[in-house]
């Protein structure tokens, strides 16, 4: 009878002491440093882009925000690291920061073959086109002879080939390193249109000299999942990632925003109980705490108030919901259950 | 003897050991330096290769004929988005080897002109050309890139309203619109009888140096050799019943579709390329000139020689040989230089090569290697011709 108490003590001992060293080693490291090292853009309107103070604010970055609250309860607990389109990937790999919050499309290539690995969709957007309004144009399939003004070296160069192509459409193509060179061009008339994703188009509409003699024209030539990215080889830090923005999504779901969270930490709705730790022991599972989801939407907000105040009706983008509405609401953002 | 000397000449000196020879140090020496770097380069490429294998990165050649996907908006050949990354290379080089090779004749003649001119007895000829050398020459050549394709955008007119040249040529801002030769069947003979006027010019002007010679009095070689260039082409183009069209732009939409399209991208990038390139070539000819002694102008005067001929006929073919080499590193800068085409979208082989198709495969390394060779060998066989002109034109001494 001892010997049996005693083994079975000593088993429980063991697999607590297991369990417990089994947690993600990027956690320790960013709780140690005592801040979050995320990678954001080099200035991208709406997604991540530096106010006149030097704070960074976009919808990126509030994913990264969302994080350190889930964390340290902090949202400002984050350094930012701008990097290019180019640079992005092997500063992820090398390890200058843990996530990568940067538009960033999840494509088979990206996920399979640079070893990274995507932690759900922010946003899904697609590669959209921009005319003069004056031009007439009302539809990407009167763009046939067109010339078009792009960035090089982005997925942008091969979807209009592939889409010009496959409609037997003919144009004439400008591929220039810098955006504000491509925009200086199509502004000036030596292109009839420019491409970029639909969501970038709108930002570039306000740099434009006069915002309201262009038109976005409504066709999105291909897919852009955007989200964010984490390195291969740490599942824990994976799934504290994913999930932050699933509790963010789920939250808008069930109307726990940053402005009730208080009187739903009293809801009786077993959902909402699980999502804000009431119940249940999620959030130690993924190493945080009992209130992260908690932490997370006070100090930063659920998806659709972080959606509204960056890129929706709170900013001068002002781009509608679109695909990127809850599922019930005929989106596409769609979290699977807190249980 | 002679050859007991040469023996003796290799041994150590008696009396001291072998690692007292200096001959024998030296070798030791220059074996182990060419041991290390031969080391040293087997190690960083060893690492590389190791670092691209560990992250999973694919190496290799073969995405060279892989599916670029991409379309590229001037190209000398027949290029769709369905060809292969070889052939993007090949429409890149090509677009490089035109403005090296348009860039070198123009930037030539302009630094010839300016080089002379700052030369001039005439005060303000020769201080307008030294305040051009000065005032390009020390503004940076993208800056020069970038102020042409910006200014030229705006001056030009729109497509909708074009200037027209009698409704065959069009001056836009999208371009120049000229009318383009469609050739046919027979279309060859014109450019054989072209090839054979030619041919015969340079005989002519041979026939004409002899006669000038051994008589004093030159037949007017310039005249029968121009009258050959147009009349037998001219000829051909009749003889085989008119072969050779014209194809007109005509205005469709968007652009104008048909005939030749000479880009603004490239008038911006020539034009800089040759201002700033003919800066330094007129500074390395008048060089040229002042090292040539002043013996050989008084002479030439005290001959009767005006100061045309003089410059032409004495001062310049031995300025030459002091021209040469400098000369030829301008090129290669000019070469090297028309790789700032990304700046303004010019689809040279650096953007659209070492650009557009590092960024979609991936693999740097290679891109990077294939393109460095391409410019090594274009600088070498430029260099090659010029030194070949250069020992061609040494003083022969007998």
Request: hydrophobic content about 45%; proline content about 4%.
């Amino acid at each position: 009878m001892k010997t049996a108490l005693a083994t079975a003590v000593l088993a429980a001992a063991a697999i607590t002491a297991a369990s417990a060293q089994s947690g993600s080693p990027t956690l320790a490291k960013v709780k140690s440093e005592g801040y979050l090292k995320c990678g954001v853009s080099d200035g991208l309107a709406g997604f991540s882009n530096p106010d006149a103070q030097g704070n960074w604010t976009g919808l990126d970055v509030d994913i990264c925000r969302a994080v350190a609250a889930a964390i340290f309860d902090n949202p400002d607990a984050v350094r930012y690291t701008s990097t290019t389109a180019k640079e992005r990937f092997t500063a992820l790999q090398s390890g200058e920061f843990d996530l990568l919050s940067r538009n960033t499309t999840l494509t088979m290539q990206r996920d399979v073959a640079l070893g990274l690995e995507f932690t759900g969709i922010s946003y899904y957007d697609g590669q959209g086109f921009i005319v003069k309004t004056d031009s007439g144009v009302a539809s990407v399939n009167d763009l046939n002879g067109a010339t078009v003004c792009t960035q090089s070296g982005t997925t942008t160069e091969l979807n209009v080939a592939d889409y010009f192509a496959s409609h037997g459409m003919q144009y004439q193509i400008l591929t220039f390193e810098k955006e504000s060179e491509a925009l200086t061009a199509y502004d000036s008339g030596r292109c009839d249109a420019y491409t970029t994703d639909q969501s970038g188009l709108y930002a570039a509409k306000l740099e434009l000299a006069d915002a309201n003699a262009h038109l976005v024209l409504p066709e999105l030539i291909s897919k852009e999942p955007l989200g964010p990215a984490v390195r291969q080889g740490d599942d824990r830090w994976e799934d504290l990632v994913r999930w932050t923005l699933y509790a963010m999504i789920n939250a808008e779901e069930l109307g726990v925003t940053s402005q009730n969270i208080d009187e739903q930490l009293n809801s009786q709705n077993p959902e909402i109980r699980r999502l804000l730790g009431i119940e249940g022991d999620f959030g130690e599972q993924l190493g945080l705490t009992k209130d992260w989801a908690v932490r997370i939407i006070r100090k930063v907000g659920n998806y659709g108030e972080v959606f509204e105040k960056n890129v929706g009706t709170g900013s001068p983008l002002q781009i509608a919901r679109g695909k990127n509405a809850l599922w019930t609401n005929g989106g596409l953002q769609y979290a699977p259950p807190i249980r | 003897m002679s050859g007991q000397d040469d023996v003796a000449a290799r041994l150590p000196p008696p009396g001291v050991a072998f690692w007292g020879d200096p001959r024998l140090r030296g070798f030791v020496f220059q074996a182990i330096v060419l041991a290390l770097v031969v080391w040293l380069f087997w190690t960083m490429a060893s690492n590389a290769g190791d670092a691209l294998k560990r992250s999973g990165q694919a190496t290799g050649w073969s995405f060279l004929w892989n599916t670029a996907g991409f379309d590229i908006g001037f190209k000398l050949i027949d290029y769709t988005a369905r060809d292969r990354h070889i052939d993007v290379l090949v429409v890149g080089l090509l677009n490089t080897l035109m403005i090296a090779g348009l860039g070198i004749v123009l930037a030539t003649v302009l630094g010839f002109v300016v080089g002379i001119a700052r030369l001039s007895p005439n005060w303000l000829v020769s201080r307008m050309a030294a305040a051009y050398v000065e005032f390009v020459r020390n503004v940076p050549l993208l800056l020069w890139i970038l102020f042409f394709y910006l200014a030229l955008i705006p001056i030009l007119p729109p497509v909708k309203q074009a200037i027209s040249l009698g409704d065959t040529l069009f001056l836009t801002n999208r371009g120049l619109y000229m009318p383009k030769l469609h050739w046919t069947e027979g279309a060859i003979w014109i450019v054989v009888a072209l090839a054979s006027a030619i041919v015969l010019w340079v005989a002519t002007t041979v026939w004409a140096r002899r006669r000038q010679t051994a008589t004093g009095r030159r037949p007017p070689d310039l005249l029968i050799g121009l009258a050959l260039v147009i009349a037998l082409p001219v000829a051909a183009f009749f003889a085989t019943g008119a072969p050779v069209s014209l194809e007109f732009p005509e205005l469709k939409g968007f652009n104008f579709q048909g005939g030749l399209a000479i880009l603004p991208e490239l008038v911006a990038l020539l034009f800089a390329l040759t201002i700033y390139t003919a800066a330094y070539i007129g500074e390395i000819v008048r060089s040229g000139i002042e090292g040539v002694s002043k013996g050989q102008s008084e002479a030439a005067s005290a001959l009767g020689l005006s100061r045309g001929q003089r410059l032409r006929l004495v001062v310049i073919p031995q300025a030459m040989r002091i021209i040469i080499p400098p000369l030829t590193s301008q090129y290669l800068n000019l070469t090297k230089n028309s790789s700032l085409a990304a700046a303004i979208a010019f689809p040279d082989l650096v953007h659209v090569f070492a650009g557009t198709s590092l960024n979609q495969t991936g693999q740097a390394l290679e891109i990077l290697a294939i393109t460095a060779a391409i410019y090594l060998t274009i600088s070498l066989t430029v260099s090659g011709f010029m030194n070949l002109y250069n020992y061609a034109t040494r003083l022969k001494e007998r």
